[in-house]
Structure formats: C-alpha cells, structure tokens
C-alpha cells in the first residue's frame, strides 16, 4: 500500500528489517505520509501499536485524517529529538520493539512551492519542517555573517564554491532581500563559475541551507541514543538516510554503541563484559534498479540496522 502523493522508499527491506510482531510496539520518528507506517499496521495484530511522529502539521493533519479510526495509532507532532520524553509519557521505555527514522524532506514538502524547499517551484523561502517554529530561511539569509554562511554552505552541503556563492548572496541582499526560492536560485547560479551538467547549481546550496535551518544533524545526533534507550531487548533500529553526513553519523554511531563499555585498547577487558547496546545487522541495504526508476527519489538512500543487545540489561 503506498501513501498518497508520496512514494515509501525501501518498503520490503524497511518491514524486513524491523522484525514486525503482531503484538509489538514500534515508532514511526518521521511519519511523513504513512508509507512506512501503512505496511507496519498491515502486519500488526489488534493489540499491537505504532506511534507516529512528525514535526510537519501538515503530516500529521494526514495522519489523523488517515488514522482518526485506528485504536492502534497515536499521532504525536513533534521533532524526532524528543523521542524519550515522548516514550516516558507513554510509559513505552524499554518496551518498544522497533525505531524507524526515514530522514530528510517528503515528496509532498518538496511539491508544495510554499514550503520553500525545492529549487524547481517558486515561492517563500521558509524551508522549516515545522512553519510554526524556528527562523525562515530568508531571515536567515538576510541576517548571517558571510563567513558563517560559507561555513554551513562548504559542511552541509558539500559545496565547493561555498565562498564564492556566500559572498553573492550577502552582496545581493544589500541591493534586495533573497526573498523567494527563485532569487535564491539566480544568485546561485550567477557566483557559479561553471554548472555541473549532472547537478542543479542550487542544489547543495538550498541542501545546506535546509538542513542549517531545521538543525538536522543536530537532531539525528540527540535522536539515536534516545532510540536505543526505547528499545527491548531485540529491538530493531532502522535508519533510512539520504545525505552523506546522516549516513556517516548513523555508521559511527551503530560502530560505537556496539564496541560497549569504551575501556583503553590495551585493557585487558574479554568481549562479552563490554556490555554493547547494539549488533549491527546486515551490510547496508540499497535500492534496486526498478525501485529507483519508479522512484527516483530512493537513489542515494542508504538504509542501515542495528538491534538492540540483551547484554544491555545485563
């Protein structure tokens, strides 16, 4: 079953990986329109639960819309950060047996010009995941230092000519304010010296911009070991992640908490007492061909897997 408007990504691999249950507890951390958690319900029995969370009103206007009648779901807005406290007034600590975090922005947050996240549709530059919180984008733009510009421009988005489009858009806001995605986009475009015949020239730039604005990596760093700390033992955490600084902060992350306790290397600590909170499952899974030629937009996901330890209750 696929979520209108919106196409799931990984859907088999994702329902695979968590190990559904039919009375099990799992978290949908980034519902956006319910794919993912359409084939989660699908496998659930009458006593089992799914609690979706998404920051976007928008999403969540669809959740209740799809949901309202559903005992088994309960829809909260809110960001992925507050994962635990969410779980603590659900009384669900260490009793969830499956995480999912599906990052980055939906098929309908990019199709909507009035969000601002797309560098193909015109209109506001806003560019949060909650419109109800947080600066715009375009205030941004006309308030931050050029260097710092340059900085979130060359770390989040990878772009090589961040000084150069930096330096364009702090000289362009003193002529005008950067105030649609289309002003974005010619500033851009005009400080490039060349275009990339594979890359939209704004595209890293509303990337980076993006994720500055909604403190995404921020976010995923204080979300996953919140995850852990939901999951049962064999618990399953399921991380889908489109970007190349999520996957690699997903990847340390996973290594980390299952090596344990973090004695010295030279310490004479046998494996089985460094008490690891996770396994790593499996090698990293990716789309196939056919599901990328449905779905373009699956292309760089990477989805990853760990599962919680019983030496964490030890």
């Not at 009384?91 to 010009?113: A, I, K, N, T, Y």
Request: charged share 35%; with cysteine.
């Amino acid at each position: 079953m696929v979520a209108r408007g919106h196409k799931p990504v990984l859907v088999r691999e994702v329902v695979q990986a968590l190990k559904i249950k039919r009375d099990g507890i799992y978290f949908d951390a980034t519902f956006g329109r319910g794919g993912h958690s359409r084939e989660i319900l699908a496998l659930l029995g009458t006593r089992g639960r799914l609690i979706a969370i998404d920051a976007d009103p928008e999403a969540i206007r669809s959740a209740r819309s799809d949901f309202k009648d559903d005992p088994r779901v309960t829809i909260m807005q809110d960001r992925f950060a507050e994962l635990k406290r969410i779980a603590e007034e659900l009384s669900l600590v260490g009793r969830v047996d499956g995480v999912l975090f599906d990052l980055g922005v939906s098929s309908p947050q990019f199709e909507d010009p009035r969000r601002g996240f797309s560098f193909s549709r015109e209109g506001p530059l806003d560019m949060r995941m909650d419109p109800g919180r947080g600066v715009t984008a375009r205030k941004w733009l006309q308030e931050v230092r050029e260097q710092d510009l340059e900085r979130v421009l060359r770390e989040l988005g990878e772009e090589r000519y961040a000084r150069r489009i930096a330096r364009a858009i702090v000289n362009t806001r003193k002529e005008y304010p950067i105030e649609s995605t289309a002003d974005l986009v010619r500033v851009v475009e005009r400080a490039l010296p060349r275009a990339d015949p594979h890359k939209h020239p704004a595209t890293r730039t509303f990337q980076a911009i993006r994720m500055f604005i909604n403190q995404e990596l921020e976010q995923l760093r204080e979300a996953l070991p919140q995850a852990v700390e939901l999951l049962c033992a064999g618990g399953r955490l399921v991380v889908i992640s489109f970007h190349s600084l999520e996957d690699r902060l997903v990847k340390r992350f996973f290594r980390l908490e299952s090596k344990g306790d973090p004695y010295p290397p030279d310490f004479p600590v046998p494996h089985h007492r460094l008490f690891p909170r996770l396994r790593v499952m499996d090698k990293p899974k990716r789309p196939g061909e056919e599901e990328i030629r449905s779905n373009p937009r699956a292309r760089s996901a990477v989805l990853r897997v760990a599962e919680r330890t019983e030496a964490a209750y030890a």
